[in-house]
C-alpha cells in the first residue's frame, strides 16, 4: 500500500522559509518521479514542482521558480520541497503526489502552509 505523510507546514511571515518532507512507503521509490502539488482555499489542485527519478532533474511552476527547490533522497525514501521568499499567495494544503510510471497519482494527506503577517 502506497503511503506518503507530509509534513513541516506551519505559519510564517512572508519573505519568511519552510522546508517541507515528504515520507514514502509501500512502494519503489527510487524508481518513481515525483511531484508536490498544492490546493488553496477554494481553488483547485495546482502543480508546484516535479523530479525525475533517474536524472533529479527539476521542474518548477512558473509562480515558484527561483523560490522553491525539490530534492530527493532516494536512500530515506524523502521527497523535500524547500521554499523561500514566500509569499501571501503560497498559502495551500501542499501534498506529495507519484508521478511516472503511476497509472493513478497517489497523495499524501497534506500539510498546511500559510503565509501571513
Known amino acids: 500500500e502506497v503511503q506518503l505523510v507530509e509534513s513541516g507546514g506551519g505559519l510564517v511571515q512572508p519573505g519568511g522559509s519552510l522546508n517541507l518532507s515528504c515520507a514514502a512507503s509501500?512502494?519503489?521509490?527510487?524508481?518513481?518521479?515525483m511531484n508536490w502539488v498544492r490546493q488553496a482555499p477554494g481553488k483547485g489542485l495546482e502543480w508546484v514542482a516535479g523530479?525525475?527519478?533517474?536524472?533529479?532533474?527539476?521542474y518548477y511552476a512558473d509562480s515558484v521558480k527561483g523560490r522553491f527547490t525539490v530534492s530527493r533522497d532516494n536512500a530515506k525514501n524523502t521527497l523535500y520541497l524547500q521554499m523561500n521568499s514566500l509569499k501571501t499567495e503560497d498559502t495551500a494544503v501542499y501534498y506529495c503526489?507519484?508521478?511516472?510510471?503511476?497509472?493513478?497519482?497517489?497523495r499524501g494527506q497534506g500539510t498546511q502552509v500559510t503565509v501571513s503577517s
Open positions: 503526489s507519484t508521478g511516472y510510471p503511476s497509472s493513478t497519482p497517489e
Open positions: 509501500g512502494f519503489t521509490f527510487s524508481v518513481y518521479d
Open positions: 523530479i525525475k527519478s533517474g536524472s533529479l532533474r527539476a
